[in-house]
């Protein structure tokens, strides 16, 4: 039986690829936001400047732009002042208030589809705190 002897080096890098392994399988095994969704649906998402998640998702409904903007704060009672824009040019300013049970809030609205490229800018801020979300995705058809 030969029983092998690892410097201290050798098990450090071993036990670096097992954790980048175990890391890389678990991304794998996660399911993404867009799963769900439509062929040719633009999806995008990220963090806030604290802690809330945002999405925009730009699908394709009877040839005009169906958009769908979520904040989502995790807390219930939460008034936002949320603007849409399109290429530069707001179509959609108002309040949003975080709704149970997720402490989410979604705005959706459906616009004209533009020749060319439309691109989306969905804004969030909360007064209270000054948090601020922001999210862009182009749509092309």
Not at 6 to 28: D, H, P
Not at 44 to 54: E, F, Q, V
Request: charged share 25%.
């Amino acid at each position: 039986m030969e029983v092998q002897t690892l410097m201290k080096g050798e098990r450090a890098s071993r036990a670096a690829i097992l954790v980048a392994g175990v890391l890389a399988a678990g991304m794998l095994t996660l399911t993404p936001l867009g799963v769900a969704a439509k062929d040719g649906d633009i999806i995008a998402n990220g963090s806030c400047t604290a802690s809330t998640d945002w999405k925009l998702k730009l699908s394709e409904e009877d040839g005009r732009i169906e958009v769908e903007f979520e904040v989502d704060q995790n807390r219930n009672g939460k008034a936002w002042t949320v603007k849409l824009k399109r290429n530069g040019y707001a179509f959609w300013t108002g309040q949003q208030t975080t709704q149970p049970p997720s402490g989410s809030f979604e705005v959706r609205r459906v616009i004209s589809n533009n020749a060319g490229l439309d691109q989306i800018v969905a804004r969030a801020e909360h007064p209270g705190s000054g948090e601020v979300c922001r999210g862009t995705a182009t749509f092309n058809a």
